[in-house]
């Protein structure tokens, strides 16, 4: 980093506080605790998404008791409905949504890229035609920052120009990066409430890794009291994923949180994880409850396919999701069998199966999480792909590449 960057900036108030507890003598992978004005939060963790102030398939109360202390909310569409006179005349997204527990929101950005036809970008921001009614809505970094400081949530990202990595444009990808670093100033310099909301900066720089280093210059020059890695989980091998993640945190400074932004497979989050990597969020999870498909350790069940329609044991062994204790324990002692006559067919299927595969997820960070404390994290690297792919021999070629660069080999 030059002289002149380093001296340009000082650190922005902060309203959370991170403690680094442990790291893996082999891989990059860290433990740590995220204090935020909502409540501590463990890293590394998973983040269900709710975008609408409303995760899919379950209640606030069904949520908190997965133990899930962090969620998303999504700022373009709560900008859109309720809107910002709502959010402000009610007191912000925790009371509109009924949880009070810590919201992080997505600035908007994403929707350049989901609803690329509806959007415009251009230095001032990004104008859109609203999916509800086509009325037109533009969003500045600015205006990003004011939605988000209504809405209220303990985590508020940069608004930031986002493309997808597969694009064939270097020039765009340079633009954009560029930008995001310009419009990271305008959100600063907007946010109102820097005591007790957290900006993160994001990483741009598509798959090119000299951008990306450049961006990471940049961007941890600017001292936000966290640092995410956007414009990724669009459509790149994952090998190259891999890189760009590998790049950015070995670029970034120990005493922050690190977000990958839209990440939520479990092989994805495991060897994310060993990249140094701490917080994730991806709709998934839920998306794919809603088709019939339950996360368990040995992969993906597809409860639709007609074997297991005489299968009475629950969706995993050992689960302690609702749906997999028993009733003599407090759940509902739900069986393969009854989500296969349900999935697809009756809305009461999703719900089931969001409640398994959320916990799910928060289950499998917080054994990531122990597995790194007692620093066996390698061996947890192994145990995991060999359930996951019957075999870690099995494995994708680019989870054993990625890997092998953190020191873990899982064809030993």
Partial sequence: MSTDIKKAFKAMPSALTFDLHAKCSTTKARASTLHLPHGSVPLPVFMPVATQASLKGLTYDQLKDTGCMLCLNNTYHLGLKPGQAILDHVGGAHKLQGWDRNILTDSGGFQMVSLLKLAKVTEEGVRFLSPHDGTPMLLTPEHSISLQNSIGSDIIMQLDDVIATTTPDPTRMKEAMERSVRWLDRCIEAHKYPG????????????????????????????????????????????????????????????????????????????????????????WPTRTARFGNAITPYGVLNLR??????????????CKCPCCRPKSEGGLGITKAYCHHLAAKETVGAHLLTMHNVQYQLSLMDSIREAILEDRYPAFLLDFFDKYYGSRLKSPQWAVDALRGVGVDLFA
């Fill in 305 to 318: 396919h007609n074997s297991y329609m005489n299968d009475f044991s629950p969706i995993q062994e050992g």
């Fill in 196 to 283: 007790r909301q957290n900006l993160f900066c994001i990483i741009q720089g598509g798959l090119d890794l000299d951008l990306r280093r450049q961006c990471c210059e940049e961007m941890v020059a600017r001292e936000t009291p966290g640092i995410a890695i956007g414009g990724l989980s669009g459509g790149e091998a994952k090998a190259e994923y891999c890189k760009v993640v590998d790049t950015c945190t070995g670029l970034l400074p120990d005493h922050k949180p690190r977000y990958v932004m839209g990440v939520g497979y479990p092989e994805d989050l495991v060897v994310s994880v060993a990249l140094g990597a701490d917080m994730f969020d991806c709709v």
